[in-house]
């Protein structure tokens, strides 16, 4: 079932979602060589208890850590650990945050240090890809039509588009109907309308989409070992215009 948001709601999440914002482009800044992964998980803990909000992640379905940070051929689903960062890791931090009874989801993506050529096209592309996914996310478009255009931007660019994970609705729940996947063909699902709050994020690799999950469950990484990127936005869908939440 589809829940569409009051104009309450929607205030609630974009505060919660530049919230969100602050608290991952905090995680950026603080993110080095030498750090590790399960560190990075405590200051997203503490800061997100700052602002009186809860790691949404935690817990679900047993995950263990407060939010997904994945590592270069990891897409997704990254559990924090012993890991070291090092020079030249592609990291996406996921993140989802919860406050009366309402939810916003974001990741972003950065390298430590400079980025190579192909994680510099990678995190292009994925980017390019969620914004044109956000902007045809209005009223009398499909969520075919968000699927249509992520899918186009990727291939067009030599790049794949993982099939087993998928964005979704979003608000009072983590997880609300629709599912979003990355692919699909314009003009067919469900149509969008006023109201809707939408979790969109591509989740793409450079080389085949087949993902493997590890044994602990979670860890989803790409069978070939390739380079892969995430990047996800909260989103509101109004009458006339489609706001990202989870900005500054
Ligand atoms: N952020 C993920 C999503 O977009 C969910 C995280 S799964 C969890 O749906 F187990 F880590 F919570
Ligand atoms: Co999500």
Request: with cysteine.
């Amino acid at each position: 079932m589809i829940v569409l948001k009051t104009a309450e709601e929607i205030a609630k999440m974009r505060l919660l979602g530049q919230q969100l914002a602050r608290i991952l482009h905090t995680l950026k800044q603080q993110a080095k060589a030498g750090m590790t992964t399960a560190r990075l998980d405590e200051i997203a803990a503490s800061e997100t208890e700052l602002v009186g909000a809860k790691c949404a992640s935690h817990g679900y379905r047993g995950f263990p850590g407060h939010c997904c940070i994945s590592l270069n051929e990891t897409v997704i689903h990254g559990i924090p650990s012993g890991r070291e960062l090092e020079e030249g890791d592609l990291v996406s931090i996921d993140h989802v945050i919860e406050r009366d009874g309402l939810f916003v989801d974001s990741t972003i993506s950065f390298t430590i240090g400079l980025p190579s050529k192909a994680q510099t096209r990678i995190m292009e592309v994925c980017s390019r890809a969620l914004a044109e996914g956000i902007a045809i996310a209005r009223p009398g478009k499909t969520i075919g039509d968000i699927g249509n255009a992520v899918q186009s931007v990727v291939e067009s660019s030599g790049c794949s588009v993982i099939r087993e994970f998928v964005g979704h609705g979003i608000g009072r729940a983590m997880h609300e109907d629709p599912q979003i996947p990355n692919f699909g063909r314009s003009e067919t699902g469900v149509m969008i309308v006023p109201g809707m709050t939408l979790a969109i994020e591509p989740m793409i690799a450079e080389g085949s989409h087949h993902v493997r999950i590890a044994k602990d469950g979670w860890t989803a990484s790409m069978a070939d070992g390739k380079l892969s990127c995430h990047m996800e936005h909260t989103v509101a869908v109004l009458e006339n215009e489609t706001v990202v939440l989870t900005k500054i």
